[in-house]
């Protein structure tokens, strides 16, 4: 049975950073694209970064290439989202997904599989 778990959301100022986790079970991460998507409220879920062997450097969107960095713990079967120079508009609930139907990133929900239950990111003064 394959279960992502997220953590390490929270309250930051702007400028503050935060590592979110993702753990996954019953699959290794190193094997299939793993992707960040977030939620703001009010709005629709948009992925964030993703990763995937097959590509050859991973995926960032617009609004946080620079500041995140997406990378993989194969030991601990964790993938990690270092998220840097935070902003308000970062703030949104996190969610880790993976895909075991494409063996590339997609931007698209409906292209992955599994969902962990989210984490909760708040970025303000």
């Known amino acids: 049975q394959v279960q992502l778990v997220e953590s390490g959301g929270g309250l930051v100022q702007p400028g503050g950073s935060l590592r979110l986790s993702c753990e996954a079970s019953g699959l290794p991460v190193d094997y299939y694209a793993i992707a960040w998507f977030r939620q703001a409220p009010g709005k629709e879920r948009e992925a964030v970064s993703c990763?995937?062997?097959?590509?050859?450097?991973?995926f960032y969107s617009d609004s946080v290439k620079g500041r995140f960095t997406i990378s993989r713990n194969e030991a601990k079967n964790i993938v990690y989202l270092q998220m840097n120079d935070l902003k308000p508009e970062d703030t949104a609930v996190y969610y880790c997904?993976?895909?075991?139907?494409?063996?590339?990133?997609?931007?698209?929900?409906?292209?992955?599989?599994?969902w962990g239950q989210g984490t909760q990111v708040t970025v303000s003064s």
């Open positions: 997904t993976v895909t075991v139907t494409y063996y590339y990133c997609s931007n698209l929900e409906r292209h992955y599989d599994y």
């Open positions: 990763v995937s062997d097959n590509e050859r450097n991973p």
